[in-house]
């Protein structure tokens, strides 16, 4: 576990990082990828791996700390992303990318809602309508675009990471 | 039988014989000959030179394939360099012309003191249009501060960390600012939206507002100094029943290419807070 943290905690640092300045960069419409969201996803997905929480966690506060939504935001959508990952990881295993595209989409859509209500509530009036057609449902699509290759590449890192027991 | 010669006698024939060749030939009557058996020499020499060249060929070109390939990776690492050089160049000459452009505007109006920041990153969450920059409190940045370019406003500091701040644009839906038309001088509302949309409100039914109008920082509210450039009106809205026309704007700043800003130092925002009256009991 402490060696799939040390190496989740930089890979999901260089994630947020990436996300800032170029990821957050490319849009569509008004919406835009999470790639932070992305490698929680494809990393609470791998069955093997022990630290998703913890990354989970540490990523929702840094995030919540750049950004200028209230840190709980981030906290909870992303550990309710990875509570969803969890489950269906042991639930859907024999098809990882369909259980990916199912926490991309509801991940995504909680999170967003999640802002939405907040900004909504607390801060200023926001048109759902306008809100759901140019934010949500692009960013999304960009999410389910990005999902494969990050699942991939994730994939590939933990089994890496964890390589599978040989079996005689 | 056998007719012998003396030896002198020989020699004397032979030189006579020799001298007669050379007189012969000297005199052209050899020509045929000597330009048959030269075109003769000469193919078999060309045969045997190109055959030759060949041979060498054959043998040393591998070699040269190899000196030619190391000698073509050696440019093409070298093109390479360059090439990263000249997009370095390139990149330097952009930043530069942008921050000449800071610097003029900074020289055009030396009533503020600025201290200019590069662009480093985006909020994560596409609700929000805040971008972040890479100076913070140790450079004396402050919460508040408005942050602008050679083009006009660009929105104000929303927080800051040692080597880093979070500015608030314009544009987020959250952002309010007092503006005033410079043609009419009417007193208006610039909003932004979640589309990024600039828009003004709250200007009087009373107001002349033509497509074109400039939008400038009023300085009302004391959140921002006046006379800050922010875009044109594009489009205008009056409905006899609204108690407000409405316009639609323009922004003078490309806030999808933001690359350094200025953000002004030496300007304090009031908070008015505490003025505004609150219901009583």
Known sequence: MRRGILVAIPVLGLAIMLQSS???????????????????????????VKSAWICGFAAGLVVGFVSGVPWYIYLVGYLVLVGMSRILAHRVWQAPLLAMFTVTLIGTLVLLMLTYFERSLFEVSLAFNLSFVQIILPSILLNMLLAIPVHALIRDLANRLYPAEMVR | MKISFPRSLQTVIIALVAIGL??????????????????LAV?????????????????????????????????????AQLQTQVIDLQQKVTETNILSALVDFARANPAYSYKAAAVIGRDPS????????????NQGVLPGMPVVTDKGLVGRVDAVIAEAARVQLVTDAASAVDVRLQSSDTEAMLFGSVTGDLSLDMISQNAKVTVGDVVLTSGLGGSYPPNLLVGQVVSVRKLAYELFQQAAIQPNVDFTRLGFVLVITNFAPVDITPLIATPGP
Request: aromatic share 10%; no cysteine; net charge neutral.
């Open chain 1, 22 to 48: 170029i990821i957050g960069r490319i849009t569509l419409l008004n919406g835009s990828a999470d790639l932070v969201l992305l490698v929680l996803a494809a990393w609470g997905l791998q069955e093997r």
């Open chain 2, 43 to 79: 193919e078999a020499q060309t045969w045997i030179s190109t055959r030759y060249l060949a041979v060498a060929d054959f043998l040393t070109v591998p070699r040269d394939v190899a000196s030619l390939r190391q000698r073509n990776n050696e440019l093409e690492a070298e093109v």
């Open chain 2, 22 to 39: 050379v007189a012969l030939a000297l005199g052209g009557y050899f020509n045929p000959a000597t330009s048959w058996f030269s075109r």
């Open chain 2, 126 to 137: 596409p609700f929000l249009r805040y971008v972040i920059i890479n100076i913070g409190s």
